[in-house]
Structures are given as structure tokens and as C-alpha cells.
């Protein structure tokens, strides 16, 4: 539990860790039960709210209703509870929205694109029985969706979407450029072990027996891009830090990248085989019961996220993929 001062002029605290909704009685002689609390009053017991919501796997992934056309849900009615959460699904409904009004493509985002994606196709594909959180525990893809290049995977389309404006465009164009020019500048260095040794040493890490590429370097654990710029006596072209900070991830990292990039083709193969909407997973006696019920009920979009739904397995897969003819 932790307690928190709720402001200089008042001996009120929060008991963070305590929320209950049990009757105010129990809350008391339960609070009283901890040591150094045996004599606290309460100014306020906790409380619980209640809300009803519509079971989620009744929309499509851009948040339309399945049964109203033009109807989208967005936010706590579909069953999440937070303000990222709402706000999250506030934007994709409302420019999924404006899109079908339109008569445009409608915008998704797949589970490697952004947590937003993740979110959105759990509610779709496995319901929420509790007020569902956007854990970062929930993506497989934590190597891709990281914070540092979250403008990475997402200003295309707010660009092309008309959201992102020329000057905040030409940001993320200039810093982009500039990963890209620093990357090559690194690919096309290399260091003298007269130079590296007495900081390889330093730093616990093997010295170079010979003249060796920079980059190599920067993939051992002991050592970091900056450090290594900092102490190998070479001329370094001025970039800022977040461009540094690509840079050296991309390139500590990469292997686990790369693997992790073929999990997500993997994925995008099977999210690309697109379940016509009349399709008839009754009608498919090669299937389990149980996976021909849950996918009559939650009727997936596609291939991949009928592969998430709980009780649909690998071989049910297979069968699937053989029907819609591939
Ligand atoms: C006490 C409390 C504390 C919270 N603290 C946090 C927190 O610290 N951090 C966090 O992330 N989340 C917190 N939450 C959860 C978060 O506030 C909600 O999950 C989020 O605001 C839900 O957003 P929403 O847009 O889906 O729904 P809402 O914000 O509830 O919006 C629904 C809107 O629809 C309107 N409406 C309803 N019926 C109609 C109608 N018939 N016609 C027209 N309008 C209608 C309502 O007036 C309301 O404005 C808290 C919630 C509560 C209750």
C-alpha cells in the first residue's frame, strides 16, 4: 500500500493498493487491521462504479457495428475502462466513420503496427469479460512497438490522413533523413585498435587484434554508441540524440529485430486472407465444435484473427485456409 498526501494542508491521505468496494464497515475494521493504522478515520470509504457496455466481438476491426451499419462504439461502451483507452478508439471510430461515410478503405492497424492496434483486435477477437487495460503485456510485438519510434510506425498515416501539418512533417522527414545519413556513416567507419583498446579495456569488454568495422562494436552489451563516438578519437558528424538513439538501437539490437520482423510476416500472411462476410463456418464438419460455434459467433474477418480466437486451433487453421481455397 502506499500512502498518499493529498495536498500541504490537510492530514487526508490516499491509500493507494486499498480500492474495495466492500461495505463501509468492513473497509473500517479492515483498514484497522494494519499496523500503524489501528486508529484512521475515514473521510471518504471506496467505491465502485458500474457500468453496462455491449460485448465488443459484436464490431468489425474499424469499430462498426456488425449488426447496424454506421453505427460505431468507441470507448467504455465496448467494455474498456481508461482515458488512452477511450481516446484510442475515439480516433480510429471517428475516422472510420468519416471513411465509410465517404465510401473510402477503411483505416486498421494491425497487432505490430501500434498498441492501438493490439486493443482494438483483443476486443474484436476475444471479448472482455472485466474492464479491459491496455498492458503493454498484451502485445507480442514489444520490440517493434516502442515508445522511441512510435513516430516511426504511425506519421505516414496521420500524414496521409491530413492529421500531421507540413511543419511537423518536415520534422519527422529532416529526422528521418538524418537516421538514414548517420547510419551509413557508421557502416562506413572503422577503428584502429591503437584507438578502441584502452576503452574496450576499460569497459570489460575484448580489445580489437585488428583495424575493424565501428558498428560491430556498438552490438556488444558492454558498450553504447555514445560512448564508443566519444572515445575513439574520430571526427563525428553532428546529429541530434534521438537520431543517434535509432541508430543504436537498430543496430544493438538487430538480430532480435529481424526475428521478431519474421514473426510479424508470418502474421500479415495469415491477416491477408480476408472470411467473406457470408462465409459459413457451420457448414465445415472438419472443424471442432467448439472452434465451428466461436467463429459462427465472433465470424473473424480474416484468417489471422480467426487464429486468435481461444479454441480455434493450428488444424482448424489449416481447414479454414483449405475452404476459402488456398
Ligand atoms: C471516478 C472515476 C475515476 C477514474 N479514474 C481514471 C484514471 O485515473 N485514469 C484512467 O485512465 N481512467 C480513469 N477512469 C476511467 C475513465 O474515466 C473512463 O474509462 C473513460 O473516461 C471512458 O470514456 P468514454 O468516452 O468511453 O465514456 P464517457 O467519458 O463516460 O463518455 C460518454 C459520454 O456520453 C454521454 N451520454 C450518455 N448517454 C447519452 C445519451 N443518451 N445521449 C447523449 N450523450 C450521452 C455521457 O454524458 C458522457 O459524456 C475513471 C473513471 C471514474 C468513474
Known amino acids: 500500500m502506499f500512502i498518499e498526501p493529498e495536498g500541504w494542508d490537510t492530514v487526508e491521505v490516499y491509500i493507494n493498493g486499498f480500492s474495495t468496494s466492500l461495505p463501509e464497515e468492513v473497509q473500517h475494521e479492515a483498514l484497522r ?8 478515520r475515514f473521510f471518504r470509504p471506496g467505491y465502485a462504479v458500474e457500468y453496462d457496455y455491449f460485448p465488443p466481438t459484436q464490431l468489425k476491426h474499424n469499430l462498426e457495428t456488425k449488426l447496424v451499419p454506421r453505427l460505431f462504439f468507441a470507448g467504455q461502451i465496448n467494455g ?21 461515410v465517404r465510401g473510402e478503405a477503411p483505416f486498421l492497424l494491425d497487432r505490430s503496427q501500434a498498441y492501438m492496434g493490439v486493443l482494438i483486435d483483443d476486443l474484436i477477437t476475444k471479448g472482455t469479460e472485466e474492464p479491459y487495460r491496455m498492458f503493454t503485456s ?17 506519421t505516414e498515416f496521420g500524414r496521409s490522413y491530413g492529421l500531421i501539418d507540413d511543419a511537423q512533417w518536415k520534422r519527422y522527414s529532416d529526422k528521418m533523413n538524418a537516421v538514414t545519413e548517420a547510419d551509413a556513416w557508421l557502416s562506413a567507419q572503422s577503428v584502429e585498435p591503437d584507438a578502441a583498446n584502452a576503452y574496450l579495456d576499460e569497459m570489460g569488454t575484448a580489445p580489437l587484434k585488428q583495424r575493424g568495422p565501428l558498428d560491430q562494436l556498438v552490438a556488444r552489451p558492454q558498450l553504447s554508441l555514445s560512448g564508443i563516438l566519444e572515445h ?26 529481424e526475428k521478431e520482423l519474421e514473426q510479424v510476416e508470418k502474421l500479415k500472411r495469415l491477416e491477408n486472407l480476408k472470411i467473406p462476410a457470408a462465409f459459413s463456418f457451420e457448414k465445415i464438419t472438419a472443424l471442432s ?19 486468435r480466437i481461444s479454441g480455434v486451433s493450428p488444424a482448424d487453421v489449416q481447414i479454414l485456409m483449405v475452404h476459402l481455397g488456398r
Open 33 to 40: 487491521k494494519v499496523p500503524g493504522f489501528e486508529n484512521a
Open 289 to 307: 465444435m467448439e472452434s465451428r460455434q466461436k467463429l459462427a459467433k465472433i465470424r473473424p474477418e480474416t484468417l489471422g484473427q480467426a487464429s
Open 80 to 100: 474498456t475502462t481508461g482515458y488512452e483507452e477511450a481516446a484510442c478508439q475515439g480516433l480510429m471510430a471517428g475516422m472510420n466513420a468519416h471513411l465509410s
Open 138 to 154: 498484451r502485445a507480442e510485438f514489444r520490440l517493434t512497438l516502442r515508445q522511441d519510434n512510435a513516430d516511426r510506425r504511425l
Open 232 to 257: 575513439i578519437g574520430q571526427e563525428v558528424p553532428s546529429f541530434s540524440e534521438e537520431v543517434w538513439e535509432q541508430v543504436e538501437i537498430g543496430r544493438k539490437y538487430s538480430g532480435y529485430i
